[in-house]
C-alpha cells in the first residue's frame, strides 16, 4: 500500500445467504427437521471482486441504486463484517458512522453510549469527558442524555452518533447517509461539519443517494451497481454515467 493512501481495497466479495422459508419459532424449526427439510436458502453476491483506492485527504463517494452493495462495502470497511474474500488495507483511524445502531446500544442512555463509543475508538475516560458537552450541544440532545437510546427517535439516533463520531479523532470518516436523515437544519449542520473534516485534511467516504451533495462534496467517486465497480473516478463523469444507466433502466 503506498504512503498516499488510506484505503486499499483489492477484489473484495461478499456473499449474503438468503433462507427460502423463514423459520421463526423453535417449533418451526423442529417441525422443518421432523419433515425431513434442510435448510435451503439461495446465495446472494452483494459484493463481486471489488476494487479501488482512497488517497489520504481525499473525500471519496460511493453512488448507485438500491441494494447495490454501498453499505455492505462501508460494513466491512469499519470491521462490522467480514468479507468472504479479497483483501481490505487501512492506513490510520476509522470512525464508522454507518446504519443506526452500529457501535450503540439501546438499552444504555445517551450518555453511556457517547463513553461507550468514545472508549471503543480509542479515547481515554478524561478525553471523552472533555469533548462530553460539544457533543451533546451538536446533537442538540442535553435534555436526553440520561434517557436510553431506545427511546429516542430515529432522528435523535442519528443526531447523536454523528455528533459522537466526529468528535473521536478519526484519520477516516465513514459516511452512511447522514445528509438523507435528520431534518433539514441538521442535515446543513452535518454537511457544514463534513466540509470542515475535509478541510482538516482527514479522509471521508460519503455513500449517499443525494448526488448533489456528492458532487458537491467529492473529488472521485464510483458507482457500484449489483455489488460490481460499474464505473469509478472524477465525479462529474461517474455521475453522469449513473444518471444515464438510471434513464436506461439498465
Ligand atoms: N445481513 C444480510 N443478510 C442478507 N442479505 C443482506 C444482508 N445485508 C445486506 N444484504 C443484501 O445485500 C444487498 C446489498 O445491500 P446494501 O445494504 O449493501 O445495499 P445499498 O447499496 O447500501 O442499498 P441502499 O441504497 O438501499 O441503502 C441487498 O440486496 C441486501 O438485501
Known amino acids: 500500500m503506498n504512503s498516499d ?3 486499499a481495497v483489492e477484489h473484495l466479495s461478499k456473499e449474503f445467504r438468503i433462507p427460502h422459508d423463514r423459520k421463526v419459532t423453535m ?7 421432523l419433515k425431513g427439510g434442510k435448510y435451503s436458502y439461495e446465495l446472494f453476491q452483494a459484493l463481486d471482486d471489488v476494487s479501488f483506492t482512497v ?3 481525499e473525500t471519496f463517494g460511493v453512488i448507485g441504486p438500491n441494494g447495490s452493495g454501498k453499505s455492505t462495502l462501508l460494513k ?4 462490522v463484517l467480514y468479507p468472504d474474500s479479497g483483501r481490505v ?3 490510520g483511524k476509522i470512525a464508522p458512522f454507518l446504519e443506526l445502531g452500529v457501535g450503540f446500544q439501546p438499552d444504555l442512555t445517551a450518555k453511556e453510549n457517547i463513553f461507550l463509543y468514545g472508549s ?3 479515547l481515554t475516560r478524561k478525553e471523552i469527558g472533555k469533548r462530553y458537552d460539544e457533543i451533546l450541544d451538536f446533537a442538540e440532545l442535553r435534555r436526553f442524555e440520561n434517557m436510553k437510546l431506545k427511546n429516542f427517535s430515529s432522528g435523535m439516533a442519528v443526531r447523536l452518533a454523528f455528533a459522537t463520531a466526529i468528535q473521536t479523532d478519526p484519520d477516516i470518516l465513514l459516511v452512511d447517509e447522514v445528509l438523507a436523515v435528520g431534518d433539514e437544519a441538521f442535515q446543513r449542520k452535518c454537511s457544514e461539519k463534513i466540509e470542515e473534516i475535509r478541510r482538516q485534511g482527514k479522509t471521508i467516504i460519503i455513500v449517499s443517494h443525494a448526488l448533489g451533495t456528492v458532487q458537491e462534496l467529492c473529488e472521485r467517486c464510483m458507482l457500484l ?3 460490481r465497480v460499474l464505473s469509478s473516478g472524477e465525479t462529474g463523469k461517474v455521475v453522469e454515467e449513473y444518471l444515464r444507466i438510471s434513464a436506461a433502466g439498465s
Open 89 to 91: 488495507q487501512v492506513n
Open 225 to 227: 451497481k449489483n455489488g
Open 120 to 122: 471503543i475508538m480509542g
Open 27 to 33: 417449533y418451526e424449526h423442529i417441525v422443518g427437521i
Open 55 to 57: 488517497r489520504r485527504g
Open 76 to 79: 466491512i470497511l469499519a470491521g
Open 5 to 7: 493512501e488510506a484505503i
